[in-house]
């Protein structure tokens, strides 16, 4: 269904650029299409081959609400964040009941990018958060600055940062909109593209899971990261159900003043004790979030 209502505004073109013939008809002489009208037609047609191929590269379902589809599909067929935000998006939220909202997908067992064996067991260079863990993160604040600059025309650079999230619920990843404005989240999915946006959600394995033959164990690993337009203070939002409140932590990238790699940095902060002592430091530098090593 959604297929050939996209494919109507395509048709539509061409019953246009073919009227002027048509119509001649009953005259003395056909008029020749003119050159303008080729043009157009021909690239319908290749617009139309672009979405066909993408439909099937990312495997959308007919059913399913085009604001949900990734943003390189919704380009070709001119479909734009302010136009699924607006009246536009209500009309199809409400044609497609079932859709998520347009800047939220999943990436589940299946459907990720397969990795075999179990997680590697927590470190404390991880940034954790609830069930989920950013492995080895808090090495990144110590990257050259030139590995996080884009390349070429490129306009964000990937920033490779295995994400592991415990069994049990699914998690919400949500940049924060100060972040956002700078990166995009980037999940490796089994077939097609790999995920990207500034919210994503991410449906851990059950404990028995397997991937070719070896288990997967109770701690699910996500490939993928982080595209950025340069080194950042990264800010991301967990939320889950097993949470009482989404948690927020900052991922330093390649800079070592931000609110994480200043207290990783300070041996003193590093030996204070005691929640009275994460609270103010909270208070006093709005960092909103704790080290996992204070944590449980």
Known sequence: MTRKLILLGIVAAFAVAGSVVIASAHGDEPAAPSPEDVRGAQADTTKADAVMEALLAEEIKEEQNPCTYPAELREIIELSDEQCDGALGQTLAKQYPSARSPNRSDVTCETRSQVIGRAPAANRQDIAAGPVAFYRAKEVARWDREFLEPKGSSEL??????????????????????????????????????????????????PDAEVAGRPVGRRTIFTGGFRVDGPRCLEVAVSSPSLSSPRTREIALGRRDCGWALLVRSATLRRAAGQETVEALNTTVRLNLVPSIWTP
Request: glycine residues 8%; charged residues 25%.
């Open 157 to 206: 650079a990937p920033v490779k940062l295995p994400i592991i999230v415990a069994s049990g619920s699914p998690v919400t990843l949500s940049l924060t909109d100060r972040s956002r404005r700078h990166a995009v989240l980037n999940i490796g999915r089994d077939r097609g593209r790999d995920l990207r946006g500034p919210e994503v959600t991410l449906v851990p394995c059950p």
